[in-house]
């Protein structure tokens, strides 16, 4: 596993014409909004034209979110999902043609109406967007898929703006006919690029389409709140966008006034932002080992408080100079921190979006998918335009300088952040588990992609050699496991905490406590019928001597009532680690004898849950587990 990363889908038609797509779509998007604001100087309008301009764009291209978001998911749920894209970019050939007949007429309300019908495309593509995926990549692929989708849409909005802008400047005279050109010839390609997607099936071919958008929009919202995690992950998309929305309707005004820059000093900040923001991006698959890590989703809502507060303290006040260019701010003082924390900013703003969106495709059923994702695009467009909204208020009612609105936004992030942790401790329980696994070993998996299965009821059976077993495997396994474990050990302080967040299944002897031990199997019998995956340690304790014990019989009762695949797994390197019972309890107080030790994850392809048994099960996690306590 660890030899694999994202790239590798970029070389597979499986996921790559979809990446060229989606971004395209953003680079077409934003090359047509930013040449409007071109045309507008090309053709000498007032400041107050322009600032109608600026203001009413961005209203009418989100308006369509709004109106259509609904009947957008429940289309992308009904049909196969690569015809629908081919018809959606199809729709930009036809509204990019309106476009260009607007830019070589010259006719500005034309452009405002192609504008509209740009965002009506933008909606009906954005469910597709996010639900393929899912369907396309396998569940250790999504954090990377996703990352590398955030990470081409930060990129193609970044060139897009720059490219859009410059048209008129380089093109001059012929400004109208070459912004004409380039808009239809990305909508072209665009096309092109979706006809080579393979077929993805709907997810809910049978659904009966609501056309009334208001109840829909109620329904599809509803169904977005089903599941608590899911929910407050998209509670944490449009959070991303709010503070997305912030930053970059600030960095204009703060490139002047702030840094002291001429007009494209405002490019360099969004520049670094940007790159920040796909770097971030494509790093979330390095630091989840390919599992969809909501563990980073803490990280990355603490580094971007970090970073903006940071920013304010760089520079609070306005710029002694001005007119600065880009490699005269460089030289400045101070401003190779506030480079730093532009990028840091970005950065950890990518670490903190995309384990929220695996989040949502892998918990959200398929036949809802598309449905959920348009019930997010319904509240990030809620966002933006709050974030807009209040932005506008802090600067014109409370004469709030942008420093001072930053400061705001990472006391804000920092509280929206602990709300969201304290309604689902899963994201923080996450988080410290994963500082604690990554502190304390090196994982090296082997097997576990080709043998867990994707989807689906399976028992996973694993020796036990620590106490932090549960949390090793937990960090290898893509999907969430539900974990027996002896009840002594879930009610270790802190550790319990922990567990009892990750659904943990107590049990105990039936000498000890036989109504605990029959509240286990039954509370096991409940999981595997839901379709999850459920490990047990069937030796029933810590190893005290790094070999293992037999297996008890335990395991045969679970299969009996309900005999689903099993997957024999091994845990090597765990005995002369840290938490192992080699180590008195004093011992374990003290610096670990093998701090950063390499811990290997071993799993055998899954076995008829009806033709095994214990002894048999023991044995195969001898031979995977060999001579490596």
Known sequence: MSGHNQFALLRQRRFLPFFIVQALGAFNDNVYRQAIIGLLFYLGVSEEQRSLYTTLAPAIFILPYFLFSALAGQIADK??????????????????????????????????????????????????????????????????????????????????????????????????????????????????????????????????????????????????????????????????????????????NYALANLGG?????????????????????????????????????????????????????????????????????????????????VGIGLFTGIFVVPLFALIQSRTPKAQMSRVFAALNIQNSGFIVSAALLSLAARELLHWSIPQLFLALAIANAVVAIYIFTIVPEFLMRFLSW????????????????????????????????????????????????????????????????????????????????????????????????GELVCIFPEGALTRDGQMAPFKSGVEKILERRPVPVVPMALRGMWSSMWSRRDSRLGRMRVPRRFRATVEVVAAPAIDGRSTDAPALEALVRALRGDHA
């Not at 999902?81 to 970019?89: A, D, E, Q």
């Not at 309106?98 to 007429?105: R, V």
């Not at 971030?280 to 971007?304: D, H, K, N, Q, Y």
Request: hydrophobic content about 50%.
């Open 79 to 252: 049909l196969e999902k690569s015809r629908l894209i081919v018809i959606t970019t199809t729709m930009e050939i036809v509204i990019m043609s309106l476009a260009a007949i607007g830019f070589l007429t010259e006719n500005l309300p034309f452009l405002l109406v192609a504008l509209f019908c740009t965002g009506m495309q933008s909606t009906l593509f954005g469910p597709v967007k996010y639900s393929v995926l899912p369907s396309v990549l396998k569940p250790e692929e999504l954090t990377g898929g996703n990352g590398l989708v955030e990470m081409g849409t930060s990129i193609s909005i970044l060139s897009g703006m720059i490219i859009g802008g410059a048209v008129f400047l380089l093109a001059g005279s012929h400004g109208p006919v070459f912004a004409a050109s380039l808009v239809i010839a990305l909508a072209v390609c665009g096309n092109i690029a979706a006809r080579l997607i393979p077929r993805v099936d709907a997810g809910d071919p049978g659904l009966k389409i609501n056309w009334n958008p208001l109840p829909e929009s109620l329904v599809v919202l509803r169904m977005a709140r089903q599941q608590k995690a899911v929910r407050n992950a998209i509670l944490g998309v449009s959070w991303f966008w709010f503070v997305g929305t912030v930053l970059t309707s600030q960095l204009p």
């Open 262 to 342: 001429e007009p494209k000093l405002y490019l360099l900040a969004l520049a670094l932002f940007s790159i920040g923001t796909g770097v971030g991006s494509l790093l979330c698959e390095r630091l989840s080992a390919r599992t969809v890590e909501i563990g980073l989703v803490p990280l990355g809502a603490f580094g971007m408080t970090a970073f903006l507060l940071d920013l304010y303290f760089a520079r609070s006040g306005e710029a002694t100079v001005q007119g600065l260019s880009i490699t005269q701010f460089l030289q400045q003082p101070g401003s190779v921190r506030i480079v730093i924390d532009l």
């Open 435 to 530: 500082v604690m696994v990554r502190t304390l070993y090196r994982l090296r998996p082997h097997g576990i992609e080709a043998n867990v299965p994707d989807e689906g009821a399976a028992l996973i059976v694993c020796n036990h050699v620590s106490y932090m077993d549960a949390l090793i495997l937990s960090a290898t396994i893509p999907r969430p496991v539900r974990f027996v474990m002896y009840y002594r050990i879930f009610n270790i302080p802190v550790m319990r905490w922990i567990f009892r967040t990750a659904k943990a299944i107590p049990i105990a002897g039936a000498r000890e406590d036989e109504a605990l031990m029959q509240r286990a199997f039954e509370e096991i019998d409940a999981a595997l019928a839901e």
